[in-house]
């Protein structure tokens, strides 16, 4: 089904060009003349997507989008302005726009601008679909877990979600840190706002500072228009910075005033913009290392961590396995799927160096390769079976190393719930003395269920 793009421009020749290569691109075009006759046509034809120019005689751009957005806030539209400054694109943007382009702009600018609106339309019904699913209250259902240590990060969602505190989300790649700010504002006052994640460590950090901030037309070689930054796309919703912790060192000062000052200022330009932003932030890295070697600043730590919340990896919480994978099955529509025995204690006892998103990747592996609806410890990758084997290597150590005593304490409690919690039966499986493991319980404060002392 053709895409329905209403274009609003009083320049005659213009409309006509853009009827022409929105058409080519298989789209179906209605073209008016003025913002008073757009407005007739888009009352009459609810198209999926307005291309509006910012400066018409009588009714404007800006009066053309806020009556749109009035009627049907969900539709997408996009401006045209021949004024590229970025007051009045951060005024269309907070008005509801979905982006702008500048004249003179090139056809293939318009295609990739109004095809990216087109594409976010479709994942915003299915946002929109997934919402409606969601309870008022706090809804933790992406998030699987029951274990104690993650009760403990949703009773911290709960009391932080509806505050202003920057929050710093810790913990091993693969955790679902973003997972957890994304909860985070679903259950805020701020869910209704955009949410704009940035992933710090992925863009080159000569493009970094214009991401974040934005830039005005000419502010160095290639800026040809003005662009919108991350924060201001954030405006009155939460920014959260993925990977915060490889943050260059001569952009954390700018982000330190971002935060203390709450306003930007884009690269290029003279005047710093006021703004309303909720900042979550997330980092795998050792911060208190990081601020040691001097590569990130003490202050802009203390100012992102309002609320430090610690993820903790899936070999600490082995309980939520079997829970997770039971989602994984749902999520890939497999509910029908069971795990033999053998397979399940496995998958339970493999270290999992990455984490939750390396676990969804060997069930849906699973699940695709799989023979039948029952998985048996035959199915599974070598490098389970292999380091759950007689001889074979029990433990994947991750490479940025591990602690020895935390690995001591997994060995501990692996082997007393694979007893059952008996004692005595653990120290024989470890090959210790009794008062050996007693001892280590003690040191690490291992209690037993229901205090069984066996």
Same mark, same amino acid.
């Given at each position: ?251 954390? $000062?700018?982000?330190?005033?971002? *935060?203390?000052?709450? !306003?930007? +200022?884009? &690269?290029?330009? %003279?005047?710093?913009? =006021? ?122 150590? $991750?490479?940025?190393?591990?602690? *020895?005593?935390?690995? !001591?304490? +997994?060995? &501990?409690?692996? %082997?007393?719930?694979? =007893? ?35």
């Amino acid at each position: 089904m053709k895409a329905k793009i209403l274009v609003i421009d009083d320049d005659t020749s213009l409309r006509r060009v853009l009827e022409y290569n929105l058409q080519e691109d298989g789209y179906e075009v209605q073209t008016a003349s003025s913002g008073e006759e757009g407005l007739y046509l888009f009352g009459q034809s609810q198209p999926d997507l307005v291309i509006t120019d910012m400066n018409m005689p009588g009714m404007d751009g800006l009066m053309v989008l806020k009556s749109i957005k009035e009627r049907s806030p969900e539709t997408l539209v996009i401006m045209i302005t021949a004024f590229g400054t970025v007051d009045v694109a951060v005024e269309a943007m907070k008005a509801g726009a979905y982006d702008y382009i500048t004249k003179p702009f090139n056809r293939e600018e318009l295609k990739l601008t109004v095809r990216k609106a087109l594409e976010f339309n479709g994942l915003a019904e299915e946002n929109k679909r997934l919402k409606s699913e969601l309870s008022d209250k706090a809804d933790f259902r992406t998030i699987v877990g029951s274990s104690k240590e993650m009760e403990k990060i949703f009773e911290v969602i709960r009391k932080v979600a509806d505050t202003e505190a920057a929050i710093l989300i810790t913990g091993e790649s693969g955790t679902g840190k973003e997972l957890v700010a994304r909860s985070i504002h679903a259950n805020s006052s701020r869910k209704d706002a955009p949410f704009v994640a940035i992933n710090c460590a992925a863009i080159p950090r000569e493009l970094l500072e214009s991401e974040l901030f934005g830039h005005v037309k000419g502010a160095f070689t290639g800026a040809i228009r003005d662009k919108t930054g991350k924060f201001q796309l954030a405006d009155g919703g939460t920014l959260f910075l993925d990977e915060v912790g490889d943050l260059p060192v001569e952009l954390q $000062p700018k982000l330190l005033r971002a *935060l203390q000052e709450k !306003e930007v +200022e884009p &690269v290029g330009g %003279a005047k710093a913009q =006021k703004l309303d932003v909720r900042v979550v932030s997330a980092t795998n890295l050792d911060i208190d290392k990081a601020i040691a070697e001097g590569t990130f600043r003490e202050d802009l730590y203390y100012r992102l961590s309002v609320i430090p919340i610690h993820l903790p990896p899936l070999r600490e919480r082995r309980k939520d396995i079997p829970l997770l994978i039971r989602y994984f099955c749902s999520k890939h529509g497999s509910e029908k799927v069971t795990f033999a025995k053998d397979a399940l204690e496995t998958l339970v006892m493999y270290p999992w160096p990455g984490n939750v998103r390396e676990l969804e990747n060997t069930v849906e592996r699973l699940l695709i390769m799989r023979n039948g609806d029952n998985i048996s410890h035959d199915d599974l990758p070598d490098k389970l079976r292999e380091g759950n084997a007689p001889g074979g290597a029990l433990i994947k150590l $991750p490479d940025e190393g591990y602690s *020895l005593e935390q690995l !001591e304490r +997994e060995v &501990v409690v692996a %082997a007393l719930e694979r =007893k059952s919690w008996n004692q005595a039966a653990a120290a024989r499986f470890l090959r210790i003395p009794r008062h050996t493991l007693i001892y280590r319980m003690e040191k690490y404060g291992i209690v037993l269920p229901g205090n069984n002392q066996r």
